[in-house]
């Protein structure tokens, strides 16, 4: 089974920050997937990324930013001049491998941007 | 195009009773997961149906918990008899791909028993 930590519980910045959310992963499995979700308070999970571990370009979409190392089993997410609307659970969750269909997720981070 | 539903959004019962949660995926997605997350702890992976079939339930924590998806479009997870410990988020998801496909979730149905 896999193993996610998102060692950060809780950040805290104040708006037009750039902050980074960690993500360390554990498979037995040697191609993947990795998932970013989003939970703002009203409580549903948003899609934000999926990435396959052969593919280990970095990649950008607007102000957000991944960084995937498969030597160091990371994959972290960058926000760049955050804003309060970034506010919101973020959960990294590999597949879970093995054969098995369900995502693996980790405890999250809460982020709170302060204006 | 509508998102991944789920109804009721609360549901407050108590200890011993019988509740039936319901979730709608995407229009044509195939793929529908169950998940659920009790206070304090991670999301956890509950199962998996492909259409009417249950590919994985390792998930499901014991047999007061029955999921369903007659004609394989809407599903329930049915909770009988509810206990305590059974109180948290009940999450659904779907995608349209099994091979490890991006999953769509919907809000979630509250659940507290008390």
């Known amino acids: 089974a896999q193993k996610v930590t998102q060692a950060q519980t809780e950040i805290s910045v104040v708006e037009k920050e750039d902050v980074t959310l960690d993500c360390v992963y554990e498979?037995?499995?040697?191609?993947?997937?990795l998932f970013w979700y989003k939970q703002p308070p009203s409580g549903e999970l948003v899609f934000l990324i999926r990435?396959?571990?052969?593919?280990?370009q970095n990649e950008i979409s607007g102000r957000y930013s991944w960084n995937f190392q498969k030597s160091t089993s990371s994959f972290n997410f960058t926000i760049t001049a955050s804003q309060v609307v970034d506010s919101a659970v973020y959960f990294c969750?590999?597949?879970?491998?093995?054969?098995?269909?369900?995502?693996?997720f980790g405890k999250g981070t809460h982020l709170i941007i302060q204006p | 195009e509508a998102g991944v539903t789920q109804f009721p959004s609360h549901s407050v019962i108590e200890k011993g009773q019988t509740v039936t949660l319901r979730c709608d995926p995407i229009s044509g997605h195939d793929n529908l997961y169950w998940y659920r997350r009790v206070m304090g702890k991670e999301i956890k992976f509950l199962l998996h149906?492909?259409?009417?079939?249950?590919?994985?339930e390792s998930g499901m924590p014991n047999n007061r918990f029955l999921a369903e998806r007659t004609g394989g479009t809407y599903s329930t997870l049915k909770v009988q008899p509810a206990e305590l410990e059974d109180s948290g988020v009940y999450f659904c998801a779907s995608s349209q791909d099994r091979a490890r496909q991006t999953q769509y979730f919907g809000p979630g149905t509250r659940l507290l028993v008390l």
């Open positions: 990435r396959n571990s052969f593919d280990e």
């Open positions: 149906f492909v259409k009417e079939s249950k590919q994985d």
């Open positions: 498979t037995r499995d040697t191609t993947y997937y």
């Open positions: 969750a590999p597949d879970s491998g093995g054969g098995a269909d369900g995502l693996t």
